[in-house]
C-alpha cells in the first residue's frame, strides 16, 4: 500500500490532520515570503542594475512605518502560529479519560512493548483503530526516542523516568515505526511496525497471539513474589500496619511526611519502588527497602499496572477530588501524568 | 575615509604595485610566517588550516551522501557510518563553520575597518592559530585512530558509558579549540572598544563590525561552558563518575540543557558574521546606504541576546517540561524577528540602487534567498506540535544546512570574493567564479531541498540504511552534493591560480567606499600610511570624492 | 607623505619602551589590556558558572547526601586556607603599590609572599586530598561513604552513589581552582624576576595589575567554593 515515491507522509492518527495543516499553512507562509523576497530581488536587479561605471544608488531611507511594519507583521505571524503549534502541543501530552496504557521499553536495539492485556511484543506495536492510547516509555540504557510518523509523535524514551505521549489511530495499516534520537551502532535497525486494526481484528490477534497473563496479574504475582503484600496489606491495624494500604491510591494526592503533597503518578510510584525513602508517605517510618536492580523495567511496569488496578476498598474514598489538576482517576482511566514531567524530586507541592 | 589623498598615487601597471611594499612582500620565509603578529598574514595561516578542516568535513559528507544513494547500508559498516556523520559535525561545526568567518575575514577587515594598525593583542591571536591547530590535531588524532560516534553532539549516557570510540580525545580537541574562538573574539571586543579610528563612532562602524562585534559576545559568554560541559564528560568517561548517568543518579537531560546553552548560540557565532558580510556585499554592489543601518546594526545585538534564552528548544520531545517548552518556543520566535528586519532592510537596499552583478554580489543575492529558506523553516521547527514530528528528521538537517551551508558558507565565498582583491592584489576569472556561484546554488538547493520532504516523510536522522520509499529524494540529494562538491572545488583551484597568474586588481576594483579601500592593496604591514579620520557613515556613495574613485572599477575578465 | 609611504608616524616622538607598535600611546594600551583581562574574567565565571550549576542542581535533588558528605570536609583546613588566600590578595594589591610609589624592591618582596601564601594554600589542599584517599572517599572503583555517626537516619538509600556525585564535584571544582593557583603562580614568579630586575615602575606595571585582577579573581572563586562545599547545609545533620 505503500508508494515508491511518496511526497506526503500517511496520516493514520487523529492527531496528525493538525500537524498536516500546520505544516501546509506555514509551508504556504514560507513560499509566500521567499516568492516575495525572490521576486522583488529580481525586479530590483533587472529595474536598477548598472548602467554606466560612475553610477551610484540612490540615498533613499524607507520610512519608519515600513521598518515597523515588516517587524510587526511577522511577529503577529509568528505568535498566531505560536499559539496553534502550542495547543496541539499541549493536547500530545493530555490524554483523554478513556486511554488504555501500554508500555514501551527502549533497549539497544530494539523496543520491547506490553499490551495492557499482557501481550508482548518486540519491535512490533498492533492497535486497535479508535481507541487513545497512552505510550508509557522507559529506556534500560541510552537514550531512544519513540517515533511514529504516520501518527505524526515522537517523545524520547530516557533511563531512569517515564515519559509518555499519546495517540489515536484513524486508519488500519500497516506503519513505520522509529528509533529517531541517536543511541549507537545498529540505530538505523532499531525500526519496526505499527499494525492497526479493526477493534474485531484486534481482538482476534489478541486471542490469538501467545497467551500471556495481563499486566495487572504479572503485577499482582510479583507483589506476592517480591513480599510487597506483607507490608502493604488492605486492612491491616496496629502491629501488623507497617505500610500504607495501596489501595485507591493511584492517581490520588499523597501527604509526605516533609509536608508536600504529590500525586501519585507513575513516576511517583516507580520512585517509591527503586528510592523509596525520597517521598515517604505522612504518618509512616522509612523502613522499606529499595528495589533497584531486583526489578526490570518491564516488571516495574507490571507492578506499578497492579497499583494501579487497586480499586478503593471497603468505605475508602477513591482519592483525588475535582481540585487537582492531574484528573481524578479510576481504575481503568490512568491518566494521572499530564506532562512527561521528570522523575526527580522537588516536584512542586 | 579622507585619506585617499595621502595614500601614494595609485597605479594599475603590474610592474610596480608588485614593488609596492605590502604585507606579503614585507618578509619572505617561513618563519616570517609562523611568528608573524600581522593580523592579515594570521588570516592567511587561519585561511589555510580552515580549508584544510573544510576539505576533510566536505570528504565526510561526500561518504555520507555516498552511503545514503541506496536503502541498504552497503558500502559502510553501520560503526563506520556513524563515525562518518559524527566527525562530519564535528569537524565542520567547531574546525569550519565556527572560525571561519571570524577567524579569516575578521581577522583581516576588523583592523582594516576601523582604520587601526593591528589587532589589540596581536600575540594572543598568533596564539590562537596556534591552539586552533592543536586541537585539530587532537582531533584529527582521535579520527585516524578510528574516530568518535557520538554524533557530534555527545549526548549522554551514550557517550559516556556506551560509545568505546575517541570520545574524549575529540572531547579534549574541541575544549582546546575552545580557547582559540576565546581568544580571537576577545581581541575582537578590546580592538573594536579601544582601537577605533580618530572620528569613528560606533554608529559609523560598518555593519560587518556590528556583526563581528556581537558575534564575540556570544563567543566570550557561551564557550567556557561548553568546554566544562566537554570537560566534564571527559572526567565521567575516565574516572566513571556519575554526573550525568542516570545509573548513578546523574541526569542525563542536565547534559542537553549544558550542552545546547552553547551549542545554540554558536549557531549564531556561525550565522552573525554572515550577516555582516551580506550587509558589505549588498551596500557595495548596490552602491547604496544600507537601509536601516542602526536597525540592522541592533538586530545583531538583539540575535546575540536572544540566542542565549531558546537552547530548549533542541529538547521539546527529550522530556522537558511542556511549560518550559512553551516559553522557550516563543522566545525562538522571537529570535527570528530581528532576522527577518535583515533580510527586508537588504532586499529594500537594492531599490533604486545601482547594480552590479560580480561574482560576489551572486553569493549575496543567494544569501538572501536560502537564508530566508532556512530562517522560516527555522520559526516552523519552533513551533511545538509541528517539532514533534520533524525533530531528529531529516527535516531539521535540511534547515540547519540552509542556516549553515546556504547561510554561512554563502557568506564566507561571498565574503572571500569580494575581498580577495584587498588580500591578494589579484583577480580571479570572472566566468568560472560566476559559474562556481551557480553551482554552488544549484547543488546545494537539490541536496537540501529533498530533505525537507525526506523528513517529513518521517525519515530520522543519522540512519545508515533507511526504507526502500525514501530512495528517489536521497538519490537527488547525493546528485545535488556532488555538483556541490564541484562547486566548492573550483573557488579553491582559481584563487590558488590567480595568485601567480591572475591581474592585478589595482587598490579598488570594485570602486567600494569603506576604510579597507582606502588604503593599498594588499595593505601594508601597518594598514595605513597616516591614521585614518572618519568624518561620515560606512556607506556614503553620494560624495564628490567617491566619484573619483568608480573610473577605477574593474570589470572582471 | 606620498613620497616615503612606510613612515612610521611614531618615530619622531618618544615613546616608552613598553609601548606595542598597534596602539598609540600607553593610556590605550593599558585600557586595551583591562578590557581584555575583564573580559577573560568573564569566560572564566562562565566557565565555573556551569559547574556551580551543576552542583546546585544536585544539591537540590540529594539533599541528605550533599549534606553528609559536606560534613566530612575539614572545616578547619578550609577556613584557614579562606584566610590565607586573603592574605594573599592583600600582599599582591601591596605590590602594586609598591610599583605605584616606585619602590622597585617591594614589588619583588611582595610578590614572593604572594607566592607563598599561594603555595601555603595547595599545600594545605593536598593534604585534604590526601585524607580523602585514606577514608576512600575518591570517587572510583573503591569508594567508600557511611555517615560518621551512627544516629544519622539515613532517608537516601542510593546515599553512597549520590555522595560520589558529591566528591566528583568538590574534586573538579577545588581541582580546577587549584589548576588556576598553580598558573597564577608561575605567573607570578616570572613577574618576580622581572620586578627585581627593575622592569616596573609607577608609570608602566600594566603587568601586575593584570595579574592582580587574575588572583583576586581565583581568590573570589574560592570564596563562593568554600562555603558552597564546605558550610552550607552542615545543620541537616
Not at chain 1, 511594519?69 to 511577522?74: G, M, T
Not at chain 1, 492485556?117 to 519491535?123: F, K, M, P, T
Not at chain 3, 589548576?179 to 613577574?191: F, P
Request: proline content about 6%.
Amino acid at each position: 500500500m505503500r508508494s515508491s515515491f511518496p511526497l506526503f507522509p500517511d496520516s493514520a492518527s487523529t492527531h496528525a490532520g493538525t500537524v498536516d495543516a500546520i505544516f501546509i499553512i506555514w509551508s504556504l507562509v514560507s513560499i509566500f515570503f521567499t516568492a516575495l523576497i525572490a521576486g522583488l530581488i529580481v525586479y530590483f536587479m533587472a529595474r536598477y542594475r548598472r548602467r554606466h561605471s560612475e553610477e551610484v544608488g540612490a540615498n533613499e531611507e524607507v520610512s519608519v512605518w515600513l521598518e515597523i511594519a515588516w517587524s510587526v507583521i511577522p511577529l503577529a505571524i509568528c505568535l498566531a502560529m505560536f499559539v496553534w503549534g502550542t495547543r496541539s502541543f499541549f493536547d500530545l501530552y493530555r490524554p483523554p479519560a478513556d486511554a488504555v496504557e501500554y508500555t514501551a521499553i527502549g533497549r539497544q536495539w530494539m523496543w520491547k512493548i506490553q499490551h495492557p492485556e499482557g501481550q508482548r511484543e518486540i519491535d512490533t506495536l498492533h492497535v486497535p483503530v479508535g481507541q487513545s492510547i497512552k505510550m508509557k516509555l522507559a529506556s534500560e540504557d541510552v537514550i531512544h526516542s519513540f517515533y511514529i510518523p504516520a501518527f505524526r509523535i515522537k517523545q524520547d524514551a530516557v533511563p531512569g523516568r517515564y515519559t509518555s505521549i499519546w495517540f489515536r489511530a484513524s486508519k488500519p495499516g500497516v506503519y513505520h515505526l522509529f528509533c529517531a534520537e541517536y543511541c549507537g551502532a545498529e540505530h538505523s535497525r532499531m525500526i519496526g511496525s505499527v499494525i492497526v486494526m479493526e477493534p474485531r481484528d484486534y481482538q482476534n490477534w489478541l486471542a490469538g497471539g501467545s497467551a500471556g497473563k495481563s499486566m495487572v496479574a504479572s503485577g499482582g504475582d510479583l507483589f506476592q513474589s517480591l513480599a510487597c503484600v506483607t507490608c502493604h496489606r488492605a486492612g491491616a491495624t496496629g502491629r501488623l500496619a507497617r505500610g500504607p494500604a495501596l489501595e485507591g491510591v493511584f492517581g490520588s494526592p499523597v501527604k509526605l511526611v516533609d509536608g508536600r503533597t504529590v500525586i501519585a503518578d507513575d513516576n511517583y510510584v516507580r520512585e517509591s519502588i527503586l528510592n523509596p525513602t525520597a517521598k515517604v508517605v505522612a504518618g509512616w517510618d522509612p523502613v522499606m527497602p529499595t528495589f533497584q536492580g531486583q526489578v526490570t523495567e518491564e516488571q516495574l511496569s507490571q507492578l506499578i499496572a497492579y497499583v494501579r488496578s487497586l480499586g478503593p476498598i471497603g468505605s475508602a474514598p477513591a482519592g483525588g477530588t475535582g481540585g487537582t489538576p492531574a484528573g481524578t482517576t479510576t481504575a481503568d482511566s490512568p491518566s494521572a501524568a499530564t506532562t512527561p514531567q521528570t522523575a526527580g524530586p522537588g516536584a512542586p507541592q | 575615509m579622507n585619506t585617499t589623498a595621502a595614500a601614494p598615487p595609485v597605479t594599475t601597471t603590474a610592474e610596480t604595485a608588485f614593488r609596492r611594499p605590502n604585507y606579503l612582500n614585507a618578509a619572505y620565509g617561513v618563519r616570517s610566517w609562523l611568528l608573524t603578529r600581522d593580523h592579515k598574514r594570521i588570516a592567511i595561516l587561519y585561511l589555510i588550516s580552515v580549508t584544510t578542516f573544510f576539505a576533510i568535513g566536505s570528504l565526510f559528507a561526500l561518504l555520507i551522501r555516498l552511503e545514503l544513494l541506496t536503502p541498504e547500508g552497503d558500502l559502510f559498516q553501520p560503526d563506520t557510518y556513524n563515525r562518518l556523520f559524527t566527525m562530519h559535525g564535528v569537524v565542520m561545526v567547531f574546525f569550519f563553520l565556527i572560525p571561519a568567518i571570524p577567524a579569516v575575514l575578521g581577522n583581516f577587515l576588523v583592523p582594516l575597518m576601523i582604520g587601526a594598525k593591528d589587532l589589540a593583542f596581536p600575540k594572543l591571536n598568533l596564539a590562537s592559530w596556534y591552539v586552533y591547530n592543536l586541537g585539530g590535531i587532537f582531533t584529527l588524532w582521535a579520527i585516524i585512530h578510528g574516530g568518535v560516534d557520538t554524533g557530534w553532539t555527545f549526548y549522554t549516557p551514550f557517550s559516556t558509558h556506551y560509545s568505546n570510540t575517541y570520545v574524549i580525545a575529540t572531547a579534549l580537541g574541541i575544549f582546546i579549540n575552545g580557547f582559540s574562538t576565546i581568544f580571537t573574539g576577545l581581541n575582537f571586543i578590546v580592538t573594536i572598544h579601544r582601537m577605533r579610528a580618530p572620528g569613528l563612532t560606533w554608529f559609523r562602524l560598518p555593519l560587518f563590525i556590528w556583526a563581528t562585534y556581537a558575534t564575540s559576545v556570544i563567543i566570550v559568554l557561551g564557550t567556557p561552558v561548553i568546554a566544562i560541559t566537554l570537560l566534564l564528560v571527559a572526567v565521567e568517561k575516565t574516572f566513571h563518575l556519575g554526573i550525568f548517568d542516570p545509573a548513578l543518579g546523574g541526569d542525563p537531560v542536565l547534559f542537553q540543557h549544558m550542552f545546547w546553552f552553547y551549542s545554540h548560540p554558536a549557531v549564531y557565532i556561525m550565522i552573525l558574521p554572515a550577516m555582516g558580510v551580506e550587509s558589505e556585499l549588498i551596500a557595495a554592489f548596490a552602491r547604496k546606504r544600507i537601509v536601516g543601518y542602526k536597525v540592522v546594526a541592533f538586530a545583531s545585538i538583539a540575535i546575540a541576546v536572544l540566542g542565549f534564552l531558546v537552547w530548549g528548544h533542541h529538547m521539546f520531545v527529550a522530556g522537558e517540561s511542556i511549560y518550559a517548552a512553551t516559553i522557550f518556543s516563543v522566545l525562538s520566535m522571537l529570535v527570528a524577528i530581528p532576522s527577518a528586519v535583515k533580510v527586508f532592510n537588504w532586499t529594500a537596499t537594492l531599490y533604486q540602487g545601482s547594480i552590479s552583478f560580480q561574482t560576489p554580489m551572486l553569493y549575496a543575492l543567494g544569501f538572501i534567498g536560502l537564508f530566508t529558506l532556512g530562517g522560516l523553516t527555522g520559526v516552523m521547527v519552533a513551533t511545538l506540535g509541528f517539532d514533534v514530528h520533524v525533530h531528529d528528521t531529516y527535516f531539521v538537517v535540511a534547515h540547519f544546512h540552509y542556516i549553515m551551508v546556504g547561510g554561512t558558507i554563502m557568506g564566507y565565498l561571498g565574503g572571500l570574493h569580494y575581498w580577495w582583491p584587498k588580500i591578494s592584489g589579484k583577480l580571479y576569472p570572472a566566468f568560472l567564479s560566476k559559474l562556481a556561484a551557480l553551482l554552488v546554488f544549484v547543488g546545494f538547493n537539490l541536496t537540501f531541498f529533498p530533505q525537507f520532504i525526506l523528513g517529513y516523510l518521517g525519515m530520522p536522522r543519522r540512519y545508515w540504511s533507511y526504507p526502500p520509499e525514501f530512495q528517489v529524494l536521497n538519490v537527488l540529494s547525493t546528485a545535488g552534493a556532488s555538483i556541490l562538491g564541484v562547486g566548492y572545488l573550483l573557488p579553491l583551484c582559481y584563487f590558488i591560480w590567480s595568485m601567480r597568474y591572475g591581474k592585478d586588481s589595482g587598490d579598488n576594483p570594485w570602486g567600494a567606499v569603506g576604510l579597507e579601500w582606502d588604503t593599498t592593496s594588499p595593505p601594508p604591514t601597518e594598514n595605513f600610511y597616516t591614521t585614518p579620520v572618519v568624518t561620515h557613515g560606512p556607506y556614503e556613495y553620494n560624495r564628490e570624492e567617491v566619484h573619483n574613485r568608480m573610473s577605477q572599477e574593474v570589470t572582471l575578465g | 607623505m606620498a613620497s616615503s609611504p612606510l613612515v612610521d608616524p611614531h618615530a619622531t616622538q618618544a615613546h616608552h619602551r613598553a609601548l606595542a607598535h598597534q596602539f598609540d600611546s600607553l593610556d590605550q594600551q593599558k585600557e586595551s589590556s583591562t578590557l581584555g583581562m575583564w573580559l577573560f574574567l568573564v569566560t572564566e565565571i562562565m566557565f565555573f558558572g556551569g559547574l556551580f550549576t551543576a552542583y546546585v542542581i544536585y544539591r537540590t535533588l540529594y539533599p541528605q547526601a550533599f549534606a553528609l558528605a559536606s560534613h566530612t570536609l575539614n572545616v578547619p583546613l578550609g577556613g584557614a586556607n579562606t584566610a590565607i588566600l586573603i592574605g594573599s590578595s592583600l600582599t599582591m594589591v601591596l605590590a602594586i603599590w609598591a610599583a605605584q610609589v616606585n619602590w622597585r624592591k617591594g614589588i619583588a618582596l611582595f610578590l614572593l609572599a604572594t607566592i607563598a601564601l599561594g603555595a601555603t594554600f595547595l599545600g594545605i589542599k593536598s593534604v585534604e586530598y590526601r585524607e580523602k584517599f585514606e577514608t576512600h572517599h575518591v570517587p572510583g572503583p573503591s569508594f567508600h561513604f557511611v555517615p560518621e555517626s551512627e544516629h544519622v537516619k539515613v532517608t537516601d538509600p542510593q546515599l553512597e552513589r549520590h555522595a560520589s556525585i558529591f566528591f566528583s564535584l568538590y574534586f573538579i571544582m577545588t581541582g580546577l581552582h587549584a589548576l588556576h593557583m598553580i598558573i597564577g603562580i608561575g605567573i607570578l614568579a616570572v613577574l618576580t624576576v622581572l620586578a627585581w630586575k627593575g622592569k616596573y615602575d609607577s608609570e608602566y606595571h600594566n603587568p601586575l595589575e593584570m595579574t592582580g585582577l587574575y588572583w583576586h579573581f581565583v581568590d573570589i572563586v574560592w570564596i563562593f567554593l568554600f562555603p558552597l562545599l564546605y558550610l552550607l547545609g552542615a545543620h541537616a545533620r
